[in-house]
């Protein structure tokens, strides 16, 4: 049997994401014929030419009612269009001698996401010409995807495609009813490039593996092609999405556009699959019209250690693109440069936090393999890529498994580069700190989450807020640039913690222990302590029974409620500022 992987539209353009060459790896060593395709990069490539640029600005000047923005864009097409292929291939890597002229803000049309030049000086300086250049070529995209989202295809986005439709979708009904339009132009250039894959390869199964809410609508409509020519091939779904949304699933409708869904690791539910043996946390739809799960609950899994090696083979001829959106360092890591993912890890070891999403396997499942087993992976796939920077994508990179690695990259003499999310405990002292800097740790975020002791203490973080801070501290003085997640609406936290809370971040980026932060909005979800029994965190459930599809995101209520709108705002702002080095001093 012969299977294809796909990554469907659209995930990071920087860099491949790692679940398919982890199938890929694990299948090969198996003795499967599988091969993978990321149509992700391949459609944001194969659209930002000039020749479907041309198709795009035609379309778009058809349009009534067209924005002053917009107008303006029209007007300058003959700009757009013999500059998008340059802007590419500057931005791939092929060609780096435009830097000079792209860095330039005066080379630009005008726009409105175009930043002052004090704000390109803070980011950059004066002669961080090419991350400058990167930085105003990636505006000049988004300007771009800005009109084909709204003269084009209304779902269109650079990173998420259609994540709006797709992000609470309690019903299927509203998809269905998207699925059943015509082709946009973007839905057309897709399944031209999936088309190509499918004749080229020839498979008898495909697997889709949906990461994001941003990635269900294209596989969908890749494999509602695939059902219409070619209905002897079988297609599967997994990923991120199928684990965390789909577990409840009742309506059936979804089992037009796949044979299969499979949950929490795919490498032994794909193998049984492939193999024709007994089905594991897979569902399926009878002839019946009801939908079986077979051994759902079962915990038999492969080890991490016999996973295998990611393979990136079918991958690293594609022409990845470094963007840096936003001006905050760490933010421009995940999307500037080609890094290696993989883990380190299984799971999480600390696994308690309220908010986290710990019942389910991939946190609640803590294995760890080798530290030599994993600096041979790390070898092998810097042998594939030709890349020597990794992103460690673990829950939380625990601190003795991080010294081992150190140690071992030292000791074999490697020169890499490394960051990872971890978690701000008092192991971070200012020894291993330092070896960590030595051996190519370069960044880290963690979750500081709500710098509160009250509430940090009831969503059971595990650390206290001193020694989050010595930790930082010990990080920023060995040279590691520290990112803090922050969260904000916990539920019972009032508005004068929250404002406590950015007090802390204030004072942390006063004495330089933080380079980089950004809050986000706590969500109650199905799968987290907080969400399995709200009462515990001071809250109360809204929801009074599953929905048809998709099951995540938990309404509820809570003692005191604050303007979450107004707060997030304030609250980004403020630390806006303070990564400006502004508002850190009272005076």
């Not at 290696?340 to 946190?363: P, R, T, V």
Request: aromatic share 10%.
């Amino acid at each position: 049997m012969k299977i294809l992987l796909i990554t469907p539209p659209l995930t990071q353009l920087n860099t491949p994401y790692p679940a398919t060459a982890q199938l890929l790896g694990f299948l090969h060593s198996r003795g499967i014929d599988a091969s993978q395709s990321d149509l992700s990069i391949e459609l944001i490539s194969t659209l930002f030419t000039r020749k479907y640029l041309a198709e795009i600005f035609e379309t778009a000047a058809s349009k009534p009612a067209l924005s002053k923005a917009h107008k303006i864009m029209l007007q300058q097409a003959d700009f757009y269009l013999q500059t998008i292929e340059p802007v590419m291939q500057f931005l791939s890597g092929t060609d780096s001698t435009t830097a000079i002229r792209f860095c330039n803000p005066d080379f630009w049309p005008a726009s409105k996401r175009q930043p002052s030049e004090d704000d390109l000086e803070w980011a950059f300086g004066t002669v961080g010409n090419h991350d400058r250049a990167k930085h105003l070529c990636t505006l000049f995209l988004k300007d771009i995807s800005d009109l084909i989202q709204k003269t084009i295809d209304p779902h269109f986005e650079m990173i998420r495609y259609a994540e709006s439709l797709c992000l609470h979708l309690p019903e299927f009904e509203p998809l269905q009813q998207e699925l059943e339009k015509p082709y946009s132009l973007i839905d057309k250039v897709l399944i031209d490039i999936f088309a190509e894959k499918i004749k080229r390869n020839q498979p008898e199964y495909v697997g889709f593996s949906i990461p994001f809410p941003g990635n269900l609508y294209s596989a969908l409509r890749c494999a509602q092609w695939l059902r219409k020519e070619f209905p002897h091939i079988k297609i599967i779904m997994g990923g991120g999405y199928v684990n965390t949304e789909l577990r409840q699933i009742t309506d059936t409708q979804l089992f037009d556009y796949t044979d299969y869904l499979t949950f929490d690791d795919g490498e032994l539910p794909l193998l049984r699959i492939l193999q024709g043996e007994e089905l594991i946390r897979t569902l399926y739809r009878d002839e019946d019209n009801n939908i079986e799960r077979v051994n759902f609950d079962s915990k038999e899994n492969i080890k991490f250690a016999e996973t295998g090696t990611l393979n990136y083979s079918g991958l690293t001829e594609n022409n990845y693109i470094n963007m840096i959106e936003l001006t905050n360092p760490m933010h421009a890591l995940w999307s500037n440069g080609r890094w290696n993912k993989m883990m380190l890890s299984h799971g999480c070891y600390w696994s308690k936090c309220a908010f986290c999403d710990g019942s389910l396997d991939y946190i609640r499942r803590y294995e760890k393999a080798p530290v030599e087993m994993l600096v041979d992976r790390m070898e092998q796939i810097m042998h594939q890529t030709g890349q020597s920077g990794f992103h460690f994508v673990d829950e939380a990179a625990s601190p003795a498994v991080l010294r081992k690695l150190a140690e071992e990259i030292i000791r074999r003499k490697l020169v890499v580069s490394y960051w990872t999310n971890i978690r701000f405990e008092k192991s971070f002292t200012p020894e291993l700190c330092f070896l960590l800097a030595q051996s190519g740790c370069i960044a880290v975020s963690g979750g500081l989450e709500v710098a509160s002791p009250r509430v940090l203490a009831l969503i059971n973080k595990g650390i206290t807020i001193e020694t989050a801070r010595e930790s930082m501290k010990n990080l920023t003085d060995a040279g590691i640039m520290t990112h803090a997640y922050l969260m904000y609406g916990f539920p019972s936290e009032t508005a004068k913690e929250t404002t406590e809370s950015l007090e802390v971040v204030r004072d942390l980026f006063a004495n330089g222990w933080l380079q980089s932060a950004f809050w986000h909005r706590y969500a109650m979800t199905i799968h987290s302590p907080s969400g399995i029994n709200p009462a515990s965190v001071g809250a109360v459930s809204l929801q009074t029974q599953p929905n048809t599809f998709a099951n995540n995101e938990i309404p509820f209520s809570t003692p005191n409620e604050i303007d979450l709108e107004f707060y997030g705002k304030g609250l980004n702002i403020a630390t806006y500022n303070y990564m400006h080095g502004t508002g850190t001093m009272f005076r």
